[in-house]
């Protein structure tokens, strides 16, 4: 029977389906890289605004607002009236027909209103959802934070503001035409005021605020000057980098970010830096962070961790000191002098209204504006972020202007994923990996820099291990071992790759780690002595007499080579607890805090590595095996001929002739060791810290995305980022890949008259 095709035909069927096969894997590839790209490319954008709704006339308007879902928006009037735009009967939050003359709108809609009756009133306006079948109705309402507190009659008040925390407490502070100052605190339990001891600011007072954590007022004075108190007994509080021409203050979100804006259009952030009283109870000089503090002396430095670097010091006693505010970022300026700054009631983003009437959004922490329209040919005389963040509204001459606004990604820019950012609460700038917290004030950190320096970390220990072993384990079975000893070790070795990973991750850390840390200092002289033990039994091989040698037969270096390696244990079982006992009071551990400062985590660099190394022995191993063996029998016969030995054919014919093939290995291995993602979850301790200390562990990339994606919600902001993280594996991979073969193809070249 004739057959279907010939013999030509069935070759160009199988080179065409190869081909196809091939093209589409490249596709598929290309099309994931692509996903990835889009997912994180919306990181990068900036925001959107809808259509400038105009509401009015409002000409007795002091402040305004909108409910959660953005459907109602809200005034408060000079007559004590709070109006719907929706029409409905308005409500008093003032009695016996007083008079607003000024009012103020802080974090979690705080409303603080000043009557003409030297009376404070302050509450929230308050919305509930009401249903009637399949019909919503939302209704409004007043509820008051405190009683009204009453001023001294005898001065003319013009301005008020106040803050309160999540225990019900608050703060209300108001000002005179003169400069002086009113603060009370309100007592959620024993539902009182609490007076302030009296505070008066030369040339007057424009504005003022306090911080939602109730601990720090910032009040601006008429000629453009900031004055910081701590609200606990006033005291003034000192400023680094002090702002000029200061026209408006106001705290964001957790009380210690302070965005100021000036008559220039500047916008600066403030930090309140923590410090700490460092005393030397010493005999010698302490060096701390570039200052020396004499034995018996103390001073006061930014507190950037000391506690912890300082913390197995005995002759050192630290005690908080007071912080300091300090100007550590200036954002894009307003096009005019910024006339009202209103915070977000849940991440650190701000609305800054300008005099021309132009609206910018930022957002703190990442220095960003996000947006820069003109809403209005008037001033903007009072500005309101939504409780979302997704509206906002200000006051322009007698209208009320309300927009949508889309916003989803402020946080994140190319300098906080890549570079150190000054977090609230920091001393200076860090590398922080933190994305989840218990209150709504955390802000989430999400540098890069954490999970690549962790992700770099566990593959320098995990290759330290694992490339030594595995090249002169594979130019040994290749060239010197016997038969017999090749059948045995080669599938032996290629038979660890069949081990899953989360097997040889649960052992690492649930059988590695405990008895590592209960023998460190064993285990650390075995590390050490095991290696030198190679090379002193291979000495020793050399020493023994060219007869004895060969009468042994091959593979009986490997006899000597192993009792060098088992003395090793031995001894290290017998005299590490002496020793340690002797050098080191028998705790290791302790020594290395209280001398080197050096803590140790049971998961840590070293299980890390030796158990990641395992996994990456078998891939490094069976390619550098089957380069050697591909050097022509010929090439090591006629080396042999010559007079050279086993080994010297080795290491100056064979390991050239393979180096292509060598370099691709460990290339392989350390895409291998980059990508792993279940030894380095359940042994690295998913510590992101970045410290080079083989007792510490790690974040890698691949156990960041393991762990937080299941807990990010899909589009936001850390679904993103984790979705670049991938991106970054893949482009290191593609480097990796792409210089094994740059090099490879340098190799063949440089040793092709191998």
């Known amino acids: 029977m004739k057959p279907l095709l010939t013999e030509p035909q069935k070759d160009r069927v199988a080179s065409l389906v190869i081909r196809a096969g091939g093209i589409m894997v490249i596709l598929v590839v290309i099309a994931i890289v692509v996903n990835i790209g889009l997912e994180a490319l919306p990181l990068f954008g900036g925001a959107s605004a809808g259509e400038v709704r105009s509401i009015g006339p409002k000409a007795g308007a002091l402040a305004a607002g909108t409910d959660p879902r953005r459907e109602l928006v809200w005034t408060l009037e000079d007559d004590g009236l709070v109006r719907l735009d929706r029409g409905d009967e308005p409500f008093s939050i003032v009695e016996d027909g007083a008079t607003i003359v000024a009012a103020d709108h802080e974090i979690h809609g705080l409303i603080s209103a000043l009557t003409d009756s030297a009376s404070v009133v302050i509450g929230t306006v308050k919305f509930r959802d009401l249903w009637t079948g399949d019909e919503r109705t939302t209704s409004a309402r007043w509820r008051s934070s405190a009683d009204s507190l009453t001023l001294p009659t005898e001065a003319d008040w013009v301005g008020v ?7 019900g407490a608050v703060v209300a502070v108001a000002w005179s035409d003169t400069g002086q100052l009113a603060v009370a605190s309100w007592d959620a339990d024993d539902e009182e005021w609490e007076s302030h001891p009296e505070l008066s600011i030369a040339g007057g007072v424009s504005s003022a605020a306090v911080s939602d954590d109730l601990a720090s007022l910032a009040v601006v004075d008429d000629r453009g000057g900031l004055h910081l108190f701590e609200l606990s007994g ?54 701390v962070a570039g200052t020396t503090i004499e034995p018996g002396a103390s001073a006061e430095l930014p507190d950037n961790q000391l506690g912890q670097i300082l913390a197995s010091r005995p002759e050192i006693e630290l005690t908080p000191a007071a912080p300091v505010w300090r100007t550590i970022r200036q954002m894009p300026p307003m096009p ?53 963040g997704d509206g906002a509204v200000v006051l322009a001459g007698d209208r009320l202007l309300d927009r949508f606004i889309d916003n989803p990604h402020p946080e994140i820019s190319f300098r906080t994923l890549f570079l150190p950012v000054w977090y609230e609460g ?43 072993i ?23 070795i290629e038979l660890m790759a069949a081990v899953p990973s989360v097997v040889v991750g649960f052992i690492a850390a649930l059988w590695l780690a405990p008895r590592l840390e209960a023998a460190l200092f064993a285990a650390l002289v075995t590390l050490i002595c095991l290696p030198l033990s190679v090379f002193v039994a291979l000495l020793a091989w050399r020493v023994l007499p060219v007869t004895f040698r060969r009468s042994a037969g091959a593979g009986s270096e490997l006899v000597t080579l192993l009792v060098g390696l088992f003395s090793v244990v031995i001894l290290v079982a017998v005299f590490a607890d002496p020793i340690e006992s002797w050098l080191f009071g028998g705790d290791f551990q302790r020594y290395l805090f209280t001398e080197w400062g050096l803590r140790f985590d049971q998961r840590n660099s070293i299980v890390v590595g030796l158990a990641l190394g395992f996994a990456v022995i078998p891939v490094i191993f069976t390619i550098a095996e089957d380069a050697c063996s591909a050097v022509p029998g010929s090439l090591v016969s006629a080396s042999r001929a010559l007079g050279a030995t086993r080994w010297q054919t080795a290491v100056k014919l064979v390991v050239p002739a ?7 290995g460990v290339m392989l291995g350390l895409g291998r060791a980059v990508g792993e993602t279940m030894i380095v979850l359940m042994a690295a301790g998913n510590t992101p810290i970045l410290d080079l200390s083989p007792f510490n562990g790690m974040r890698t990339m691949s156990a960041a995305i393991a762990v937080e994606i299941p807990e990010a919600p899909v589009g936001g902001t850390l679904f993103r980022v984790l979705f670049l993280t991938g991106a970054l594996l893949f482009i290191f991979t593609l480097v990796v890949t792409t210089a094994a073969d740059v090099v490879g193809g340098y190799l063949r070249k440089k040793y092709a008259r191998f």
């Open 426 to 468: 920091y001393a200076a700038p860090k590398w922080v990996w933190q994305t989840t917290g218990g209150t709504d004030a955390f802000e989430p950190k999400m540098s890069l820099w954490p999970l690549i320096f962790g992700t770099l970390k566990a593959t320098l220990y995990a290759l330290l291990f694992s490339v030594p």
């Open 161 to 167: 503001t106040a803050n309160a925390d999540s225990d």
């Open 470 to 492: 595995a090249l002169m384990a594979a130019v040994y079975v290749s060239q010197l071992a016997p038969t017999w000893l090749q059948s045995i070790v080669k599938p032996t």
């Open 336 to 388: 005019s002098a910024a006339t009202w700054i209103a915070p977000a009631h849940r991440r650190r983003g701000l609305v800054v209204g300008g005099e021309d009437g132009s609206v910018g959004l930022y957002y703190s922490t990442s220095g960003r504006r996000l947006l820069l329209d003109n809403w209005s040919g008037d001033p903007i005389s009072f500005a309101a972020l939504s409780p979302k």
């Open 658 to 664: 393979a180096s292509p093939g060598l370099f691709a």
């Open 234 to 287: 006033l005291d003034p509080t000192e400023i680094e980098a002090r702002p000029d021409h200061t026209t408006t203050a106001r705290f964001l979100i957790g009380g210690g970010t302070l965005v100021v804006g000036g008559r220039d259009g500047t916008v600066a952030v403030m930090l309140q830096v923590p410090r700490v009283t460092i005393e030397n109870r010493g005999t010698t000089p302490l060096r």
